[in-house]
């Protein structure tokens, strides 16, 4: 089974990079047949060697830079051969280097959880983003901010190709062209904190604005992110404190602290009156 990756309330699969996916596609075929003996560990750890080459080539040095690729290349193999393929005991870190890897985020953690921040006037925060989505004389960024908050849906996946937004009920969406999807796009439900006609008018608007975007969405991100940052902390550095040791509200690609407080937000379900 591939791996399971939350957001939010939702789950999906994640899939490989296109990159990494045709990496896969030329390669694979190199641990078959193996069986659980020294030669053929041995060829394994020969596959996962040039593999690392390749990641150093694409600039990822370093493990920490490595592991969300590697995690996918493990669920490859499974996905491929099965669970208890013998590639599996060499292909992957040994426990020191996964420690050392996720000991800073675990620091991280464990500091925020020491310095919890509340939101104090929730309902402020989801009023303020439907009125970005219903203005006149808002901008793009003001748009994907709002949109940000009120679905949790970053800008790259916003102006995706592929993205399409459906209604569903008053107060949810279908959302389909996930970011992490490479092969059939999955359509699922999305609660909305407003309207839901209000949120597809303000995403329709958004994509006129600026249009589909077939760019990498780390490039969607870096050419799009200094607005979006922008207005975050214009429009809501009042009612959202910045998480400990974030200087604003804005986290790669959309204010990701915006979508955090959307989470908080469904919990317990808003009820509308």
Same mark, same amino acid.
């Given at each position: 089974?591939?791996?399971?990756?939350?957001?939010?309330?939702?789950?999906?699969?994640?899939?490989?990079?296109?990159?990494?996916k045709?990496?896969l596609?030329?390669?694979?075929?190199?641990l078959e047949?193996?069986?659980?003996?020294?030669?053929?560990?041995?060829?394994?750890?020969?596959?996962?060697?040039?593999?690392?080459?390749?990641?150093?080539?694409?600039?990822?040095s370093?493990?920490?830079?490595?592991?969300?690729?590697?995690?996918?290349?493990? =669920?490859?193999?499974?996905?491929?051969?099965?669970?208890?393929?013998?590639?599996l005991?060499?292909?992957?870190?040994?426990e020191?280097?996964?420690?050392?890897? =996720?000991?800073?985020?675990?620091?991280?953690?464990?500091?925020?959880?020491?310095?919890?921040?509340?939101?104090?006037?929730?309902?402020a925060i989801?009023?303020?983003?439907?009125?970005?989505?219903?203005?006149?004389?808002?901008?793009w960024?003001?748009?994907?901010?709002?949109?940000?908050?009120?679905?949790?849906?970053?800008?790259?996946?916003?102006?995706?190709?592929?993205?399409?937004?459906?209604?569903?009920?008053?107060?949810?969406?279908?959302?389909?062209?996930?970011?992490?999807?490479?092969?059939?796009?999955?359509?699922?439900?999305?609660?909305?904190?407003?309207?839901?006609?209000t949120?597809?008018?303000?995403?329709?608007r958004?994509?006129?604005?600026?249009?589909?975007?077939?760019?990498?969405?780390?490039?969607?991100?870096?050419?799009?992110?200094?607005?979006?940052?922008?207005?975050? =902390?214009?429009?809501?550095?009042?009612?959202?404190?910045?998480?400990?040791?974030?200087?604003?509200l804005y986290n790669a690609?959309?204010?990701?602290?915006?979508?955090?407080?959307?989470?908080?937000?469904l919990?317990?379900?808003?009820?509308k009156?």
């Amino acid at each position: 089974m591939n791996e399971l990756i939350y957001f939010g309330i939702f789950i999906f699969v994640r899939q490989p990079y296109p990159w990494l996916k045709a990496y896969l596609d030329a390669h694979l075929e190199g641990l078959e047949g193996l069986r659980n003996t020294p030669l053929d560990l041995k060829k394994a750890q020969s596959w996962f060697n040039s593999l690392l080459k390749y990641f150093r080539r694409r600039n990822l040095s370093t493990p920490r830079q490595q592991k969300n690729y590697l995690v996918d290349v493990r =669920n490859a193999i499974k996905s491929r051969f099965g669970e208890d393929h013998p590639a599996l005991q060499v292909v992957g870190f040994d426990e020191k280097t996964w420690t050392e890897i =996720n000991q800073p985020i675990h620091d991280r953690v464990e500091d925020r959880l020491k310095h919890t921040r509340f939101l104090t006037d929730p309902d402020a925060i989801v009023e303020r983003a439907e009125t970005l989505l219903s203005s006149k004389t808002s901008t793009w960024a003001d748009l994907a901010v709002g949109l940000g908050v009120v679905i949790g849906r970053r800008l790259s996946e916003l102006l995706g190709l592929k993205t399409k937004l459906e209604p569903k009920t008053e107060f949810s969406i279908l959302f389909s062209g996930q970011l992490k999807h490479q092969g059939e796009l999955a359509a699922f439900e999305i609660p909305t904190l407003c309207p839901a006609k209000t949120v597809l008018e303000a995403w329709k608007r958004l994509k006129f604005m600026l249009g589909s975007e077939s760019l990498d969405p780390q490039l969607i991100n870096r050419r799009f992110s200094r607005q979006c940052k922008e207005s975050a =902390n214009r429009h809501f550095a009042d009612l959202v404190p910045p998480r400990m040791g974030d200087d604003d509200l804005y986290n790669a690609p959309l204010p990701g602290h915006l979508r955090h407080a959307r989470r908080v937000l469904l919990l317990p379900a808003r009820k509308k009156k």
